[in-house]
């Protein structure tokens, strides 16, 4: 899934994916991938999340499948990026 999901984020796609979260229940969203992180237990993306309207992060175990959508990104994903940092400027992504 990393090299879709850097695909994605080199080309500036949005992507839709197959999420279970926590308790089980799967779900689809539309998310625009901003930046993966990878810690010791588990590796996340970081993506502006359509239904949300806001980010969020994806355990990447947790996602079930992804497409790469041809709708480009509304704005630069450097752009999205420096948000994000503003938003949670203790993050090391």
């Known amino acids: ?11 500036e796609r ?4 197959t999420y279970r979260n926590l308790s089980g229940q799967t779900n ?3 998310v625009w991938p ?12 970081v993506a502006w999340c359509e239904y949300r309207a806001a ?3 994806f355990r990447l175990d ?4 992804l497409r790469i959508l041809e709708d480009g990104l509304p704005k630069p994903r450097r752009a999205l990026l420096a948000e994000y940092r503003a938003i949670e400027p203790d993050a090391d992504i």
């Not at 899934?1 to 080309?11: D, P, V, W, Y």
């Not at 949005?14 to 994916?17: A, D, E, F, P, S």
């Not at 901003?34 to 993306?45: C, D, S």
């Open 14 to 17: 949005k992507l839709r994916v």
């Open 55 to 57: 980010f969020r992060h």
């Open 1 to 11: 899934r990393i090299g879709e999901i850097r695909k994605a984020m080199a080309r």
């Open 34 to 45: 901003t930046a993966l992180g990878f810690f010791a237990e588990t590796e996340i993306l």
């Open 28 to 30: 689809e969203r539309t």
């Open 62 to 65: 947790r996602i079930l499948s």
